[in-house]
């Protein structure tokens, strides 16, 4: 298995943009979380996924940020209009309901993202 | 309430010594407990974690730890410090209970060690 796949790795963006991050989750898997990691709040839950059904996103920072997971194998995440305050790494995890106790998550490498 | 404290946002240990990370949970009911360790410029990677059983786990790298259900704490540890140790590490729980969200483990904030040469 591939692990986690987050795409892209950096990106750099004005403000003002849409940015739209992605994540494929490990397969057979069927819990996806989107977290926020910066220096000043550390690791931040922003939403997360049971069988692509969104569970709980009270971390989700404002309007400006939507999450969608259209199927098993697929999510985005999307900032709409980005800020700078919006620059962090943002990973993806996911894992296996029956085996958060064995293995907990398996994290993507996140893709750092900058607003300039 | 689920939530995890980790008191020291760093850490500094001479290669050689031991060292330890502490960590502090609250949970409802028997916990499941995890450290994670994440290198420069990766995500974060499984270390090791404790579900029932013995109250020392042992892990990858030489590392360690201990659950102590009375002072609700799992601290990490590990013998001897390497430099390639140096890394930010954190630690997460989840409750047992079946009652609870099921799926999710609340993190620290997380801990920097850094261990010279």
């Known amino acids: 298995d591939a692990g986690v796949i987050q795409s892209p790795r950096h990106e750099v963006t004005e403000m003002g943009q849409e940015v739209t991050l992605r994540c494929k989750p490990i397969?057979?898997?069927?819990?996806l979380f989107w977290y926020r990691q910066t220096m000043m709040r550390g690791l931040e839950l922003l939403i997360y996924?049971?069988?692509?059904?969104?569970?709980?996103d009270s971390g989700m920072p404002e309007d400006r940020f939507s999450a969608k997971m259209p199927n098993a194998s697929f999510s985005t995440l999307k900032i709409q209009p980005s800020e700078p305050r919006d620059s962090a790494v943002y990973f993806c995890?996911?894992?296996?309901?029956?085996?958060?106790?064995?293995?907990?998550?398996?994290f993507g490498s996140g893709t750092r993202l900058t607003v300039v | 309430a689920q939530s995890v404290a980790q008191p020291e946002d760093q850490v500094n240990v001479a290669e050689g010594n031991p060292l330890t990370v502490k960590c502090t949970y609250s949970v409802s009911g028997n916990p499941y407990l995890f450290w994670y360790v994440q290198y420069p410029n990766r995500g974060l990677q499984f270390l090791l974690k404790y579900i029932t059983g013995d109250n020392l786990v042992k892990g990858s790298y030489g590392f360690e730890a201990e659950f102590n259900k009375s002072q609700t704490s799992f601290h990490l540890k590990k013998p001897s410090a390497l430099v390639s140790d140096s890394a930010l590490y954190f630690c997460a729980v989840r409750s047992a209970d079946r009652g609870s969200t099921l799926g999710r483990l609340y993190f620290g904030r997380g801990t920097q060690l850094t261990v010279w040469p």
């Open positions: 397969s057979g898997h069927d819990y």
């Open positions: 995890a996911s894992s296996f309901r029956g085996r958060v106790d064995v293995y907990g998550y398996t």
């Open positions: 996924f049971n069988n692509n059904v969104p569970i709980d």
